[in-house]
């Protein structure tokens, strides 16, 4: 029986880490070869980033263009493997690009550390003692990141709140902190584990968790569009009855949560492509983002909104948590990331915020005119199609004809991909 139980693998070289995964999955040398090639890192890169390294996983990297945010325009590089999501930011950039591109904003890089403290009897007279030494609790937190204070940031104010739970009140200390152009999570770790025991000396309580919410509530970004009605017609369609469409499909989703979580996602589809092409953390960003769509209207909502100005053209928005970095993390060890953010030209962490909030914007109004107008299916089909005939081993000239098929009869499924090019190949042995 193979076992999983390996002892000290980490401590393996990376040949007998190879040999170990050959052994339990009967993997062919070709396999082996492909986990191992770490692309644009050395294995040695890829070994310190992470625990129990045997290789790299790549994705695709694409380009969106035509992005015009706040007067600048952008190549935005997106690493996804989903098939039309950077072909369809790109449209969607091109048609906010009549009316001027995207406009930006953002609440600054602030963000939250909190820290948990319980077994505390008067928890309201604990919030107030602790609130009493707010600039003692500023400055043991700023000892810490005396770097961080030089560039202007730092902790800057304190907050406590007393949350009830099923184990009774627990006083919550939020640290605020001016994280500059870093995401954060570690500066703010490091400043709540430091602030932690002098809380207990104070209050008579215990601290249990000290650490970095990602629900970023002072880090917002937000971008705003316009799209005029007379470049949204269709064949079928008059530019008016598109966004009348498109209004009636954000309403369904702002209502009902079943269908704004595939609303959210499609957003997240532009937002997390942009964060994984430069180094930052999407699974901070997705939770922040859904975390953000309940908290602030207490329940599951859209992030974006959609309306008719008085021209009757469609006015979009979007607002969410942004909490991504230009230095620190992969961001500054991952040679394509750091490639990608050169390419951006962004110069702040704020400014490359902004730019995702209006790739997700762009990503929302490709997918909810799609939804309006010919099906999500249409558009997404072809592409989807030519990954159905790759994977069922098309070549060459061979794909497009087994996409054409496939298209065509609207049957973009494997075992349909199969029989096409098994009849394609019978036909050239004849």
Not at 25 to 32: A, C, F, N, R
Not at 174 to 193: F, I, K, P, Q, S
Request: glycine share 10%.
């Amino acid at each position: 029986m193979k076992r999983s139980d390996v002892s000290g693998f980490y401590k393996k070289t990376a040949e007998e880490r190879w040999q170990i995964i050959r052994d339990f999955g009967d993997l062919e040398p070709s396999e082996i070869e492909t986990i191992r090639n770490t692309g644009a890192l050395r294995f040695e890169q890829v070994d310190h980033m992470i625990e129990n390294v045997v290789g790299a996983m790549p994705l695709p990297l694409g380009i969106a263009v035509n992005f015009r945010v706040n007067g600048k325009d952008y190549l935005v590089p997106m690493a996804i493997e989903e098939p039309s999501v950077i072909a369809a930011a790109s449209n969607a950039a091109r048609m906010a690009r009549e009316q001027g591109g995207f406009t930006t904003s953002g609440s600054g890089p602030i963000m939250l550390g909190q820290i948990q403290l319980v077994g505390v009897t008067d928890p309201n007279g604990a919030r107030i003692t602790i609130l009493s030494h707010r600039d003692e609790i500023l400055s043991i937190a700023n000892e810490k990141d005396p770097m961080l204070l030089k560039v202007g940031g730092g902790a800057k104010d304190v907050e406590v709140r007393v949350v009830e739970t099923k184990r009774g009140p627990m006083v919550v200390t939020h640290l605020v902190v001016d994280c500059r152009d870093a995401m954060g999570a570690n500066a703010v770790n490091t400043m709540a584990e430091a602030v932690a025991p002098h809380l207990e000396k104070w209050t008579g309580g215990r601290v249990y968790l000290r650490i970095i919410s990602n629900l970023a509530v002072r880090r917002l970004v937000r971008a705003r569009a316009v799209f005029a009605k007379a470049v949204l017609k269709t064949d079928d369609l008059s530019g008016e009855e598109v966004v009348e469409g498109i209004l009636e499909a954000y309403a369904f989703a702002d209502a009902d949560p079943f269908r704004c979580a595939t609303h959210n996602k499609g957003i997240m589809n532009g937002v997390d492509a942009v964060v994984v092409a430069t180094g930052n953390d999407w699974r901070a960003i997705e939770s922040g983002a859904h975390a953000y769509a309940a908290w602030k209207s207490g329940g599951y909502r859209s992030l974006t909104t959609w309306e008719r100005d008085a021209n009757g053209d469609l006015v979009g928005t979007i607002e969410l948590p942004m909490a991504v970095g230009l230095v620190g993390g992969a961001t500054a060890v991952h040679p394509t990331a750091k490639a990608n953010v050169r390419l951006l030209g962004v110069k702040s962490a704020q400014e490359l915020g902004e730019v995702i909030a209006a790739v997700g914007l762009a990503q929302n109004f490709a997918a909810l005119r799609a939804l309006a107008t010919e099906g999500i299916q249409r558009g997404h089909m072809s592409l989807h199609a030519r990954n159905i005939a790759a994977s069922v081993g098309a070549v060459d000239g061979e794909v497009d004809r087994v996409v054409e098929v496939l298209v065509k009869e609207r049957k973009v499924r494997m075992d349909r991909a199969k029989e096409v090019l098994a009849e394609l190949r019978a036909k050239k042995t004849r």
